[in-house]
Nanobody, 124 residues
Framework: QVQLVESGGGLVQAGGSLRLSCAAS????????MGWFRQAPGKEREFVAA????????YYADSVKGRFTISRDNAKRTVYLQMNSLKPEDTAVYYC?????????????????WGQGTQVTVSS
């Protein structure tokens, strides 16, 4: 069992920055890839970023590439999402997730544990 708790969401103006954190407890955190997803009102949940178990490989959705950075600190059992140059279309509930697969999974079905989500709102 894994428990994931996100924090760091909030209201920010377009062009601003936020850093999301996801603290994990339970099974061995450092053994599995982690990911961030988001869901805007009326839309399906979409992939944002993934990071390998060691942190040496990352993968991003095209919509956030160059603006968002995923990282992890295995000693602190925490994964981060640094979001810069935020746009109104980034407004969504952001979820972190832990995968049971190797590599850099980017489909929701490849993740078996999810946090409760944190709201990010970007005003124009």
């Amino acid at each position: 069992q894994v428990q994931l708790v996100e924090s760091g969401g909030g209201l920010v103006q377009a062009g601003g920055s936020l850093r999301l954190s996801c603290a994990a407890s339970g099974r061995t955190f450092s053994a599995y890839p982690m990911g961030w997803f988001r869901q805007a009102p009326g839309k399906e949940r979409e992939f944002v970023a993934a990071i390998s178990w060691s942190g040496d490989r990352t993968y991003y959705a095209d919509s956030v590439k160059g603006r968002f950075t995923i990282s992890r600190d295995n000693a602190k059992r925490t994964v981060y999402l640094q979001m810069n140059s935020l746009k109104p279309e980034d407004t969504a509930v952001y979820y972190c997730a832990s995968s049971h697969r190797g590599g850099l999974p980017h489909e929701a079905y490849e993740y078996n544990y999810w946090g409760q989500g944190t709201q990010v709102t970007v005003s124009s």
